[in-house]
């Protein structure tokens, strides 16, 4: 007889045979739009937002660590980040991970794989207010915060994508 259990864990399973966590809808923070503010909090629980990085480019992804294409999402920003820290680009992973432990948990997976980029935890309304109904979702905002492109899912040779994008914008100065 197969449980309730075996039958959550085998569909659970399946999902990240795909290459989003769920389906993919289309977010509602749209391409050609300001991107919506924010104020979260890192894994230090010190508060950083949106504001905070006025002119500059941003790659902002939402993932979570338990998330099979996440993780492989995370090696490819961070290779953005390592390429363009130093050239007026960040890179801003929310984490969807929930509970009590969700900073531990984001702390010391972002350790184990080496991950530099900023890291802050979803509170859910910022997750609500860019449309996450699937992760990996990473958004690439301009220099004003316009929302330049934005990558459902996960697809091989992300890092190169973005970079493609982010030298066009890197050539337009302002």
Not at 15 to 25: D, N, S, T, V, Y
Not at 47 to 59: A, T
Not at 69 to 98: F, N, W
Not at 147 to 155: A, E, L, M, N
Request: glycine content about 6%; hydrophobic content about 40%; aromatic content about 10%.
């Amino acid at each position: 007889m197969i449980t309730k259990t075996f039958l959550i864990a085998l569909l659970s399973g399946v999902l990240f045979l795909f290459p989003g966590c769920a389906r993919k809808e289309a977010p509602t923070a749209a391409v050609g739009e300001k991107a919506p503010l924010f104020s979260l909090k890192d894994v230090d629980s010190r508060n950083v937002g949106l504001p905070d990085f006025s002119g500059k480019i941003i790659v902002l992804d939402f993932w979570a660590t338990w998330c099979g294409p996440c993780k492989e999402t995370t090696k490819e920003l961070e290779r953005v980040h390592r390429q363009y820290k130093d050239r007026g680009v960040v890179v801003i992973g929310v984490s969807m991970d929930a509970g009590e432990s969700a900073a531990k948990k984001v702390k010391d997976f972002a350790a184990e794989r080496r991950l530099t980029y900023l890291t802050l935890l979803d509170d859910r309304k910022t997750s609500s207010l860019y449309a996450v109904r699937s992760i990996p979702l990473t958004y690439l905002l301009d220099r004003s915060r316009v929302i330049v492109k934005i990558y459902p899912g996960y697809t091989f040779g992300l890092s190169e994508k973005i970079s493609e994008e982010i030298e066009m914008l890197i050539a337009q100065k302002y």
